[in-house]
């Protein structure tokens, strides 16, 4: 039989059958065995095949094929280094969830979300959530966030996951596809899903005050049917946002600013550090890329973690 992946819990997959049925599915222990360093060899949004096997209560999948996948979000495993953690598989268009403070978002995460996107041909939308709670100045940053990264050519869409403002813009970019919704815990991820589908009911939980940070209320990627003729897969919030896969060479190609002037540079293998007439740099200094974005590009480079906050405002 083929299905999709709907939930993962590590150890079981929900899988979605193509007769509309779901199935509680395993893997043959092989999948384990072929080198793959992933936390989860099988992912949200995988094309199986499985076969169904008859256990005590019910009849169990068992999965022996993974279609290849057309794209998917990855990242670094949290507890692992060494191992990297697919977020999902096979996705239209993934959001990121960003909120100015309770919790912050910063831009090196930001960044560090749309390159990955940028480097597994995923479309990536902004959503900057809680704008009904923001002060004058807080609302004037957000006004500057979403300019500077408009300018680099990303949909950014000012939300209230509690009032549903303009919950009707992002309706429209997920008719017809897979969405991925992603962000911080505390971002509002769940609440704006049930402002979308209220069927849904998922579980909501408040900042903890203490850490100006979200109590996790997902635990494990799922993916939804919507209404609307979309899917949504909705995933546990993230505090780190690790960059695999990507050779330095290639990390500009994917900041699409630095792409755009990258035939300008002195040299076709320049990496905009300390090489001369370097058209990134010239931009740079011209005020025709931001600062914040070239500081979150060297800070990939060097392969360092996300551990400080860009102040958009003192470049």
């Known amino acids: 039989m083929k299905g999709i992946v709907y939930k993962s819990t590590g150890s079981w997959y929900t899988v979605k059958a193509e007769d509309g049925k779901f199935y509680n599915c395993r893997i043959k222990g092989k999948f384990r065995i072929k080198g793959i360093k992933n936390t989860n060899p099988v992912a949200v949004g995988d094309y199986v095949e499985f076969d169904l096997e008859e256990n005590i209560d019910e009849v169990i999948g068992v999965i022996k094929h993974i279609e290849e996948r057309e794209n998917y979000i990855i990242r670094k495993s949290v507890n692992l280094s060494k191992q990297t953690h697919i977020i999902a598989a096979n996705i ?160 500009g190609d994917y900041f699409p600013e630095f792409l755009e002037r990258k035939s300008e540079c002195k040299f076709n293998n320049c990496l905009h550090v300390e090489e001369p007439k370097c058209a990134i740099k010239e931009a740079l200094d011209e005020d025709e890329i931001s600062w914040s974005r070239y500081k979150s590009y060297l800070q990939m480079l060097e392969g360092e973690d996300e551990h400080y906050r860009v102040d958009i405002y003192k470049e």
């Open 92 to 251: 239209d268009v993934a959001f990121l969830l960003v909120t100015l403070n309770n919790p912050p978002t910063f831009t090196t995460f930001i960044d560090r979300f749309l390159v990955t996107a940028e480097a597994y041909g995923i479309k990536a939308v902004l959503l900057f959530n809680k704008v009904d709670a923001y002060s004058q100045e807080e609302k004037d940053e957000i006004l500057y966030l979403m300019a500077m990264y408009r300018e680099i050519g990303y949909t950014c869409i000012p939300i209230s996951a509690k009032s549903g403002k303009n919950i009707d813009k992002v309706k429209e970019l997920m008719i017809d596809n897979t969405s991925l919704f992603s962000g911080h815990s505390g971002v509002g991820k769940s609440t704006l899903i049930n402002q979308l589908e209220p069927s849904l009911d998922l579980k909501t939980s408040a900042i903890s005050e203490q850490h100006l940070q979200g109590q996790h209320t997902t635990t494990f990627a799922e993916m939804f049917d919507l209404s609307f003729h979309a899917r949504i897969i909705d995933t546990p919030g993230i505090k780190g946002f690790g960059i695999v896969e990507i050779e330095k060479e290639e990390l």
